[in-house]
C-alpha cells in the first residue's frame, strides 16, 4: 500500500474539486476520519517538547491572528482544546442576521472535540491514520504552513492579491478543499498576508504535525493554589441567602474576567469563575447559558474556580486580583453590612436583566462602591468584551473622552436608594428582550422608558442640588485613599477601543460623570446582556439604547459648567442634530436648572473645570502613560511631547493605533510608545453615514508611553537620533503620499523580513514591564500600505 500513496495523492489533487470524492480518496489512503487523542500529561515527553519547543511558535505566530472572537474560521489557536476543535465557516459577527445562531465559545458550548464535530467543526490536524505522510498530507495545518514555505511573502511594500478587511470573505477550507485552495489561492498559505515561518521554526513545527501534533496539558495546580481556590469557594458559596444573593451579583460582575492570587510572574495564574450544579469538593458540573444572569435550571447554583487554559491575549484579558484586603472589602460591604434577604430573585428575564430589580435589596452603596474599587475593570468589561468589535459598535463613543465617578459619599443616602426603587421599571434594559429581536417597537419602548427616567431623575436633582449645593469639584469621586481608577480615559479606534487609568492626551471635547445607575446599565447593556450571536435587531437595540446612557454621561459632566454655557456647549458637541434627538434633549435635559456652585474665573471654563477636577483627584490621576516615564533623553521627551500638538487634516491618512519603538542613543535599549491617532466628529448620534459628521480639521494625536490598544495597525522603528526629523515628517502629513514617505523611512510593514524580531521583541517588553496585564496583540487589522 505504501508504494500505491504517491499516485493516491495524485488523485486526489485531481479530482478534488468534488469534496465528495476527495473524501472518498482520503478515507481510502488514510482510512476514515476520528478524532485523536492529542493532550499528554504536563510532565510527559510529548508535554515537554509542546511546551519547551511547539507552543512558544504557535503563540508568537499562531495566536496572534487566531485567538479571539474575530480569529479568521473562529479558529482559536490559543489552547490545545482550540487548535483541536479546528475550524468553521460560519462567522460570528455577523450583523444581518435575522435569527440569534446559535453559541459556539470554546469551554462552553462543547466540552469535547467530538462535540465541537457534531455541531460541525472541521480539523486543521489530521484526524485519519497516524502517520507521517497522513499527518501532513491530510492536515490542514501542515499544508498551510507548505504553502507558505513554497510561496514566501513577497517583499513588496504593499502586498497584492490579499483581503486585508475586517468583514473580509473567509474560505476556511477542509482539507478535503485543499488542492482547490492551493491552486486558486497559492500565495494565501499560513501566517497569511504575513512574513514565513524561518526555518528552524518550520521544521520544528512540521516535525511535530509529522509525529501527530501530540499537545500538553495545563500545569497541574500547587498545594497554595488549591488552599487559595478552597477558601475563595467558600466565600463564593456560602448558605445564607444574603451570601447566595451577593455571590450571584459577583458572578453577573466578574464572568469574562481573569482572576489571580499572586504577582509574580513566575507564579501568575489565571482562573475564571464559573457556575456549577455541583459544590465545591465535587467533580465542576459547569451551567453553561447564552448570558451569566440566564436561568441555571438548578435548584442552587455554585460558584467555583477553574484555571484558564488559554495563551493570554490582549483583546479579552481582564485581570482581577483577589487577596485578603478585597476579601475583606466583600465581607464589610456584603457580608457584615446590616441588610435583610428574605427572599432570592427570580432568573426570569424580566428580572435577571435589571439589575435595579435583581440586587434591589443589596445596598446601593455597597454595589457601587465594588463598582468603582474597579472601576477600569468595570468599564473595560464593554471595551474587551465581544460587544466591542466593528464600525457600528463603536461610533456611539467619542474617538477620546475622560471619565468621572459621583462620589459614593454623595450618593450614600436614603433618599438615593428609594429613588432607584421607585425607578426599576424605567430603567429596565434591552438585554430583557430575547437575541432576536424587532429593533423598531422595542426603540419606542425604551426610549420612552429613559424619558421617564430622565424626568423623575431631573426633578429629583432639582432639590437635590438646589441653589448649586454641592455641584462642586467635590462631587467628583477622587479615589479616597489611593485607588487610580478615579479617573480614566476611553478612545475609540474606529472598530476597537481601550480603556485606561489616568487623564491622558490633549484635553478632550466631551467628558462623562458617571453615577451608581448609569455604570450598571452599562455593564448590563454592553456585557452581562450582551449577546454577540444575536440577531441584527438585538444589536442594533443594544447601540442605539447606548445612546442613551452616552448622553446622560455627558449631561452629568455639564451640571457641573455655569448654567449659561451648558445649552451653548452641548449644541457643540452635537452639531446638525436630527429633529429626534433635539426634541429628546431638549424634553429630557434641559428640566435640571440649578447653577454650579464653582467660581469659574477663566473664559473657559470648560478647560478650567478639567483643571479643578484633576487637581482635586490629585495623585491618583496616575502618570502611567507619561512619555516622561520614559528613560529617552530629556531633550528627546520634549520633542515628543509636540506630537500631541499635532491636529488637522492630514492626520486622516493615518492609522488609528500605530506602536513606535525608539532605539535610545546611549545603550540601544528600546522604548516602545503608542501613537494613537483620534478622529473629531460634529455628532456621533447618527447610526449611519458616520464619514458626514466627520471633522477631520480637529482631529488629534496622543503619544503614550508603553503599549495601548489590542489591535497595531503600523509598527515604526526609529533611531533617538532621528526623533526630530519623524516628528517634523509627522507634522508636515498632508496626503497620502506624505504618510508613505513616512512608512518608508520609518515603518516595519507586514513584508518585512523584520516584522516577526519586531514583534517578539514587542512582546516581550510588555511581558516584562507589566506581567499583570501583558497579554499577545492582534495582528488582524494590521495595515497594507
Not at 283 to 305: A, G
Not at 332 to 341: A, L, M, R
Request: proline share 5%; hydrophobic share 35%.
Amino acid at each position: 500500500m505504501f508504494f500505491k500513496r504517491p499516485l493516491f495523492l495524485i488523485l486526489v489533487i485531481i479530482f478534488s474539486g468534488c469534496a465528495t470524492y476527495a473524501t472518498y480518496n482520503y478515507d481510502q489512503l488514510f482510512g476514515k476520519s476520528q478524532v485523536q487523542q492529542r493532550v499528554y500529561d504536563y510532565q510527559s515527553p510529548e508535554g515537554i517538547d509542546y511546551l519547551t519547543d511547539i507552543k512558544p511558535i504557535i503563540d508568537n505566530r499562531c495566536v496572534v491572528c487566531h485567538a479571539c472572537y474575530d480569529a479568521p474560521c473562529q479558529l482559536k489557536m490559543s489552547s490545545a482544546e482550540g487548535i483541536d476543535r479546528g475550524a468553521h465557516k460560519s462567522l460570528i459577527y455577523q450583523g444581518t442576521r435575522l435569527v440569534a445562531a446559535n453559541p459556539t465559545r470554546l469551554f462552553e458550548d462543547a466540552q469535547t472535540t467530538q462535540e465541537w464535530r457534531d455541531i460541525g467543526f472541521t480539523p486543521i490536524l489530521n484526524e485519519r491514520e497516524q502517520s507521517s505522510i497522513a499527518n501532513t498530507e491530510a492536515g490542514v495545518m501542515a499544508r498551510m504552513l507548505t504553502l507558505k514555505q513554497n510561496n514566501p511573502l513577497a517583499k513588496d511594500d504593499q502586498l497584492q492579491g490579499y483581503d486585508f478587511s475586517i468583514d473580509r470573505e473567509q474560505q476556511c477550507p477542509t482539507i478535503e478543499e485543499m488542492a482547490d485552495y492551493e491552486s486558486q489561492y497559492p500565495t494565501w498559505g499560513m501566517p497569511y498576508g504575513m512574513p514565513e515561518l524561518n526555518t528552524q521554526e518550520h521544521d520544528l513545527l512540521y516535525s511535530w504535525l509529522e509525529q501527530g501534533a501530540k499537545m500538553s496539558d495545563i500545569k497541574p495546580l500547587t498545594d497554595h493554589e488549591v488552599t487559595l481556590i478552597n477558601q475563595w469557594e467558600s466565600f463564593f458559596n456560602g448558605d445564607s441567602l444574603k451570601q447566595q444573593l451577593t455571590s450571584r451579583y459577583l458572578y453577573e460582575h466578574l464572568f469574562l474576567n481573569n482572576l489571580y492570587f499572586n504577582t509574580e510572574p513566575s507564579h501568575l495564574r489565571f482562573f475564571k469563575l464559573v457556575r456549577s450544579s455541583t459544590p465545591p469538593g465535587k467533580p465542576l458540573s459547569l451551567i453553561v447559558t447564552r448570558r451569566p444572569y440566564d436561568d441555571p435550571n438548578v435548584d442552587r447554583v455554585y460558584y467555583r474556580l477553574v484555571a484558564v487554559r488559554s495563551t493570554t491575549v490582549d483583546k479579552t484579558h481582564m485581570p482581577y486580583f483577589l487577596d485578603k484586603n478585597r476579601y475583606q472589602k466583600w465581607q464589610e460591604w456584603f457580608v457584615n453590612n446590616s441588610y435583610t434577604v428574605t427572599k432570592l430573585p427570580s432568573y426570569s428575564t424580566e428580572i435577571a436583566a435589571n439589575p435595579l430589580v435583581t440586587f434591589v435589596d443589596l445596598p446601593v452603596d455597597s454595589r457601587y462602591r465594588y463598582l468603582l474599587d474597579e472601576a477600569q475593570d468595570t468599564i473595560q468589561g464593554f471595551i474587551k468584551g465581544p460587544v466591542c468589535r466593528g464600525q457600528l459598535a463603536l461610533n456611539v463613543i467619542n474617538d477620546h473622552f475622560w471619565v468621572f465617578f459621583v462620589d459614593p459619599e454623595t450618593a450614600n443616602n436614603p433618599n438615593v436608594e428609594q429613588f432607584y426603587r421607585e425607578q426599576k421599571q424605567n430603567l429596565a434594559l434591552p438585554a430583557e428582550l430575547d437575541s432576536t429581536t424587532v429593533p423598531i417597537t422595542s426603540w419606542i419602548q425604551y426610549s420612552r422608558n429613559q424619558a421617564r427616567y430622565l424626568e423623575a431623575k431631573n426633578t429629583y436633582l432639582n432639590q437635590v442640588f438646589k441653589n448649586g449645593q454641592h455641584l462642586t469639584p467635590e462631587l467628583v469621586w477622587a479615589g479616597d485613599k489611593n485607588n487610580d481608577n478615579a479617573a480614566l480615559t476611553i478612545y475609540r479606534h474606529f472598530d476597537s477601543a481601550s480603556v485606561i487609568k489616568g487623564l491622558n492626551g490633549p484635553t478632550p471635547k466631551t467628558a462623562w460623570v458617571i453615577d451608581y445607575a448609569l455604570l450598571e446599565r452599562i455593564h448590563y447593556l454592553l456585557v452581562a446582556g450582551f449577546d454577540v450571536y444575536g440577531n441584527f435587531g438585538h444589536q442594533l437595540m443594544t447601540r442605539m439604547y447606548m445612546d442613551f446612557l452616552r448622553m446622560e454621561g455627558e449631561s452629568n459632566f455639564l451640571t457641573l459648567l455655569p448654567k449659561e454655557i451648558r445649552r451653548e456647549e452641548w449644541q457643540s458637541w452635537y452639531q446638525n442634530p436630527s429633529p429626534q434627538l433635539s426634541k429628546y434633549m431638549q424634553r429630557d435635559v434641559q428640566p435640571f436648572e440649578q447653577p454650579t456652585k464653582i467660581q469659574y474665573v477663566s473664559d473657559n471654563p470648560k478647560a478650567e473645570l478639567f483643571s479643578l477636577l484633576r487637581k482635586h483627584i490629585g495623585g491618583n490621576v496616575t502618570q502611567r502613560y507619561n512619555v516622561a516615564n520614559s528613560k529617552l533623553a530629556t531633550s528627546t521627551l520634549v520633542k515628543l511631547r509636540e506630537i500631541d500638538a499635532i491636529k488637522g487634516e492630514g492626520l486622516q491618512y493615518l492609522p488609528q493605533i500605530i506602536t513606535i519603538k525608539i532605539i535610545a542613543a546611549t545603550d540601544k535599549r528600546s522604548e516602545f510608545f503608542t501613537l494613537l491617532n483620534t478622529s473629531a466628529h460634529k455628532n456621533i448620534s447618527s447610526l449611519f453615514n458616520e464619514e458626514k459628521n466627520r471633522a477631520p480639521e480637529l482631529d488629534r494625536f496622543s503619544l503614550l508611553y508603553g503599549i495601548v490598544g489590542s489591535y497595531p495597525a503600523a509598527f515604526l522603528e526609529i533611531n533617538e537620533t532621528d526623533v526630530p526629523s519623524f516628528v517634523k515628517q509627522l507634522a508636515d502629513i498632508d496626503t497620502e503620499v506624505d504618510y508613505i514617505k513616512l512608512l518608508d523611512n520609518f515603518a516595519i510593514r507586514r513584508s518585512s523580513d523584520k516584522f516577526w524580531a519586531y514583534s517578539d521583541e514587542l512582546s516581550q517588553w510588555y511581558r516584562e514591564h507589566y506581567p499583570v496585564e501583558a497579554g499577545l496583540l492582534d495582528y488582524n487589522r494590521f495595515e497594507n500600505r
